[in-house]
């Protein structure tokens, strides 16, 4: 079975710098789908940025950016230029390519301070 | 641009009661899926539908049940409520060209009392 580890619990950073989230994952598979969701205190599951697993290129949205090391099993999110708004709980989540359901870590709180 | 609908966004019902949960994907989506994230905890899969069957099938209990209708909307239902389906449920939807990319509605907060 796959299992999603987010060894961070809690991270902070300050306003315009840059922070980097954790995730690794465990799987047997070769295709997939890897994921971040940031939650924020509204409660709503926002989708941030998605990489496919045979793409060795890292997906890139704005501000957002990812290291996708396959062999490592290591899924990192980099978070740029930070703002007030990215203050949430960011989930990693993956996705087995023939089943539906998305796994996910235990969620990083990530705090952002002025 | 469109998002998820899902009704009500508040729901509190007493143990052994029923509950009916509503998603309306986003337009043009064919694939609906439940999730249960309960308090401090990570989203947890419940069921999936595509083309109005069944997909996949997570950790649903069988007190629950689920369906999508023609018009693509789906329906959780729950039966027999315990103080420990309190949670927030969440519907969402995925469908063309990014179909393995799921897209969440704001979710159901549901209390059991």
């Known amino acids: 079975a796959q299992t999603v580890t987010q060894s961070q619990p809690e991270m902070s950073v300050q306003e315009a710098e840059t922070v980097t989230l954790s995730c690794t994952y465990d799987?047997?598979?070769?295709?997939?789908?890897l994921f971040w969701y940031k939650q924020p205190p509204s409660r709503q599951m926002i989708l941030v940025i998605r990489q496919e697993a045979y793409k060795q290129q890292n997906a890139t949205e704005n501000r957002f950016s990812v290291n996708f090391q396959k062999a490592a099993k290591s899924f990192s999110l980099k978070i740029s230029d930070s703002q007030l708004g990215d203050a949430a709980m960011y989930f990693c989540?993956?996705?087995?390519?023939?089943?539906?359901?998305?796994?996910f870590g235990t969620g990083t709180r990530l705090q952002v301070f002025p | 641009a469109a998002g998820v609908i899902q009704s009500p966004r508040h729901l509190i019902k007493e143990k052994r009661e029923t509950a009916t949960l509503k998603c309306y994907p986003i337009p043009r989506h064919d694939t609906v899926y439940w999730y249960q994230q309960g308090p401090g905890q990570d989203p947890q899969f419940l069921i999936s539908f595509y083309e109005k069957m069944q997909s996949d099938k997570g950790s649903i209990p069988d007190r629950f049940s689920a369906q999508q209708f023609s018009d693509y909307h789906s329906e959780l239902n729950m039966s027999s409520l315990e103080l420990g389906d309190s949670a927030l449920y969440f519907c969402a939807s995925s469908g063309g060209t990014g179909r393995y990319e799921q897209y969440f509605g704001p979710g159901t907060r549901l209390t059991v009392t």
């Open positions: 799987t047997s598979e070769s295709d997939y789908y």
């Open positions: 989540a993956y996705r087995s390519f023939n089943t539906d359901k998305l796994i």
